[in-house]
């Protein structure tokens, strides 16, 4: 059954399969091993310039409507058959067009799931786009450290220290890296960290938890980067203590655990039981998402380290591990660190240090 697919590369899926950025729409074929693109005057010089991938066959397209353009596709490369494999992206128009000519739709999801297993090269640029995030996170804490606490608030260079400030401060260094926030970035505190995806705003507070969850994507490979690590100015509670002691408990739980063939919410499951162990809950508070997700072209995707994931780990999987835990009246605290599956277990990509009090 032939694949077809009509996305630009803003999908991930279509920039995993071609590699070359290419902003507008085009046809994207699998048949028998073979893959064909389809591309205007516009696109067409510039892809047989960049292209280094000798599987892809490039073919200008010259004139035509895209609906029939498509159903001359399926019956130049699927003769024998009027059935197609299409992604849950492609376009409804498109998809009515062809039905109504007697093709039948079968819809891929995931359209590639060998997404999930990442090669060499693949590892590499997610280790590089982590290494480039440090910066972000060696410019909060020496912002932290230069800073001065006034009547419970945090002052920097005179000035009330904001989530505002930090990000934007975080912001500007990634940029020097090539890496761009597209996707945001969190950093909260005191009541905003005990809610898990709160971006932060106004006055961080003297000892109080900072969560500063930064996934930037990098420029030059369009690979993600996603690390967590919370902080405190000044002096802790016993509570946050404990809590914080918990989670790096909970994360050394999943580490143990993570290696070819181990079913992924098992993972989960030694994190929660490590959590409970320590007296903190599991649910609707405390502990309240799950254990981690899988990190590449894209900031979420396979596999999914939860409580219902089916998935088995295999080499080449790459995905955080970020046990957290929110209690409202105390605050928030998550580590978030990205691992890959090795043959024999597996290997810490982020490789940066974790500190509480600052």
Known sequence: MIKLSYASTKNKDMKYAVKIDILDDFFFLEAEGEKYIFLDHREFGFFQEKNKNPNIEAVLVTGGGRNDFALALIQKYSPNSNEIAVPVYFPL???????????VLKIRKPYYPWRAIKGGEEIEMIEKSLKKTHSAFLKIEEILGASEIVDNLIFFEGKALTSEFLKSEAE??????????????????????????????????AGETIVCDIFPVSKQSGYFA???????????????????????????????????????????KAVSASLIRDGFNV?????THGTGHGLGLEVHEAPHINKVSE?????????????????????????????????SGYKDLTNFPKKLII
């Open 93 to 103: 128009d498109l998809a009515d067009h062809l039905r109504k000519k007697g093709i």
């Open 172 to 205: 500007r260094v990634l940029f020097d890296e090539e890496m761009l926030c597209t996707e945001g970035m969190i950093i909260s505190c005191g009541k905003g960290a005990a809610i898990p995806h709160h971006p932060g705003q106004g006055n961080l507070l």
């Open 226 to 268: 996603d690390m967590t690590r919370t902080y405190v100015k000044g002096e802790p509670s016993k509570k946050i203590r404990n809590m914080y002691d918990s989670i790096l408990r909970a994360q050394e739980a999943a580490f143990a655990l993570i290696k070819p063939g181990i079913l992924a919410k098992e993972v989960h």
């Open 283 to 287: 649910g609707d508070i405390g502990f």
């Open 311 to 343: 998935e088995i780990l295999q080499p080449g999987n790459v995905f955080t591990i970020e046990p957290g835990l929110y209690y409202p009246n105390i605050g928030g605290v998550r580590i978030e660190d990205v691992v890959c599956v090795t043959d």
